[in-house]
């Protein structure tokens, strides 16, 4: 049985609810997504994500630990997390647990664990998490590449926090946040296992009874710099850490999603089969891996990629990176590359739909870009009747991908490039 769409109506509000009913396990998977909640709406850096991490801190009546051993005693797991749009609330149990699992989560969301001592423990651990990354040099590399490629927007500000506005945060800030982002009204129900649709509809309806009606807005979306920018960031370090982005003039709810997979594959995504591995890593040596992906989403659709190599050859696979992109834009794609990215793509699908939650999760993907939810299927045959001169003309079309900035990791002392 594959997923399909359904709604349930709370005061106002249709709410959407992806399911698909599964028995080959006893577990049932029930989730909240909070449209336009994420790291996008922080008012202040981190706030998202630690009032995600408030939620995974239990009752205030039980505490972290005493709610905690309530869940470990029936094998449930519930669990709050963010992304860059959304904030998601996750339940998982038995289906003989998961009427207990759903009442824990009215404990939850009726009494959180707004107190200092949960506050302090979340902050303390987010402070030790944020140092830690003081010395991760590929954080420190992917996150100046934000700076420069979405400068001036939400995007480009560290959404996982500063150890300033992580000590500035208050218990008030937080119950700001859930009240004014955790609504009947922006929740989409992903739910599916040994369930079926009416009792799906009822769990969610008690659930989401309990929340307020939230102000929506829209994503905004931000275009990528095409200002081919280049920043150092001198470290000490024996490696480069290359990252690399571009714009990417293409819908997130475009309906030749197929072409751009097919270009993404091998211009990046390919591992072995990608030109970026094979002019950088095969040919010359210079990386145990290179990697690139035409990313789209609401908010914005980009090109990004990476590598680590010697400090020696740094320049050198800085220059590479833009003539293979170049090259890919201008001369497009071979026969056979073609052939063998549609033989890879088609003869791999099974593995992206044998789970329950690969399922659901590509539903849920096609309801929120606003997608039919044979949307995949569709776009499977697409790949199948592709022609050369359909992608070549695709990829030409995208000359936006040549404006490549960079941020870049590097030891200048102990190197020989230039800026």
């Known amino acids: 049985m594959s997923a399909s769409l359904n709604e349930i109506t709370i ?35 981190g706030l998202a994500d630690i009032s995600a991490k408030l939620l995974n801190e239990g009752t205030s009546k039980d505490g972290s630990v005493g709610f905690a051993t309530k869940l470990d005693a029936h094998a449930i797991d519930i ?74 927007s939400a995007l480009a500000r560290p959404y996982n926090g500063t150890v300033e506005s992580i000590n500035s945060l208050k218990l008030d800030d937080i119950k700001s946040f859930i009240s004014t982002h955790l609504g009947y009204n922006n929740a989409i129900g992903v739910v599916g ?51 690399f982005g571009s714009p990417f003039n293409f819908a997130y709810n475009d309906k030749e999603q197929y072409k751009a997979k097919i270009a993404e594959y091998l211009l990046g995504g390919a591992g072995f ?75 791999s699908e099974p593995l992206r739909t ?6 659901l999760g590509r539903a849920y993907n096609d309801y929120y870009y606003k997608r039919p939810l044979d949307f995949s299927q569709k776009q499977l045959k697409k790949i199948e009747s592709v022609t050369l001169d359909e992608m070549n003309s695709f990829i030409k079309s995208h000359k936006e991908l040549l404006d490549i900035s960079f941020a870049i990791v590097t030891n200048k002392k102990d190197s020989s490039q230039t800026q």
């Open 273 to 347: 089969g990608s030109r970026m591995m094979e002019e950088i890593r095969v040919k010359r040596g210079l990386t145990y891996g290179v990697y690139a992906s035409l990313r789209r989403t609401k908010s914005v659709s980009y090109m990004s990629g990476y590598l680590q190599t010697k400090l020696t050859t740094q320049d050198e696979a800085k220059e590479l990176i833009e003539s293979v992109v170049k090259k890919f834009v201008a001369d497009g794609i071979t026969q056979k590359e073609l052939d063998d990215t549609k033989k890879f793509l088609l003869g």
């Open 79 to 152: 669990n709050a997390h963010v992304g860059r749009e959304s904030f998601v609330i996750a339940v998982s149990a038995l289906k003989s647990e998961f009427d207990y699992a759903i009442d824990r989560l009215v404990e939850l969301l009726k009494d959180p664990n707004y107190t200092k001592e949960a506050l302090t423990h979340i902050k303390y651990q987010k402070i030790g998490w944020l140092k830690q990354k003081e010395s991760d040099f590929d954080y420190i590399a992917s996150s100046q590449l934000r700076a420069i490629l979405f400068k001036g």
């Open 354 to 359: 044998e789970t329950l939650s690969q399922r």
């Open 193 to 243: 296992g040994d369930i079926n649709i009416t009792e799906a509809k009822s769990y969610l309806s008690k659930i989401l009874s309990l929340l307020p009606k939230v102000a929506t807005k829209d994503v905004v979306k931000v275009k990528a710099s095409d200002k081919n920018e280049t920043v150092l960031i001198e470290k000490d370090t024996k490696q480069a850490y290359i990252f």
């Open 11 to 45: 005061k106002d509000t249709k709410v959407p609810m992806i399911f698909e009913e599964s028995k080959q396990l006893p577990i049932v998977s029930f989730q909240l997504v909070f449209k336009n909640a994420g790291h996008l709406a922080n008012t202040i850096d």
